[in-house]
């Protein structure tokens, strides 16, 4: 019931708005920021910035934005971030999670790493000959449209993914499922010219980053 009522909150339009703001960031969001990006008073956004928190959508932190500490430097500014929880609901209920999870551990076992990653690399190429891949704003929507929530970085050479759709296993099989993640992005990028897709594990991020390659770089 929780899951429900938090992802019920969503239907509400400046909720929402709000909440596809603050996640779409890579930095935490002031109440003035996100008040300017929906277009309405400072005090209603905080109204529902504070809603979307008690339903654990997003997450918060005080911080002075100046910078200073002591006398003079301000009062901490509310901040806001996407919340790492994962809210999910199927009528009826279902769960997906145990198999995967208990799959996973027999994929280990057996040493199944080189079989799964040809599975992925299969489903990468099949899903990229539906959406063809042809430089990183193609990579950006294919990858968008799978979850990734791709990001251009400060340089314009590679999208690092600020979400793993894969979280909750990765973080119990790193080894397995960031290897597989790796797979399926190279079948996704093959043959996408002057693209490829790495490893790169950051805090935070998928444990993959999809660049240009360094042999189509003048």
Not at 86 to 103: G, I, M, N, W
């Amino acid at each position: 019931m929780e899951d429900i009522e938090a992802i019920a909150m969503l239907q509400d339009p400046i909720r929402r708005r709000l909440y596809d703001y603050v996640a779409a960031q890579d930095h935490e969001v002031s109440r003035n920021e996100a008040a300017e990006s929906a277009g309405i008073q400072r005090t209603l956004a905080a109204f529902h910035l504070d809603k979307l928190v008690d339903a654990g959508l997003l997450e918060t932190e005080s911080r002075r934005l100046s910078g200073r500490a002591g006398p003079g430097a301000g009062r901490p500014a509310k901040l806001y971030r996407r919340s790492g929880a994962e809210r999910q609901f199927s009528v009826p209920p279902r769960d997906y999670r145990t198999p995967a999870d208990l799959l996973a551990e027999v994929a280990e076992a057996a040493r199944l790493d080189t079989e799964l990653q040809a599975a992925a690399r299969r489903e990468g190429r099949a899903a990229r000959a539906a959406a063809p891949v042809d430089g990183l704003d193609a990579a950006k929507a294919l990858l968008t449209a799978r979850g990734y929530e791709p990001r251009l970085d400060d340089d314009g050479d590679a999208l690092r993914l600020a979400n793993c759709p894969f979280h909750v296993l990765s973080a119990r099989h790193p080894v397995l499922v960031c290897g597989m993640n790796l797979a399926l992005l190279e079948g996704l990028l093959e043959g996408a010219k002057g693209l490829r897709a790495r490893m790169d594990p950051r805090p935070g991020m998928c444990c993959v980053v999809v660049e240009l390659s360094k042999n189509n770089v003048s």
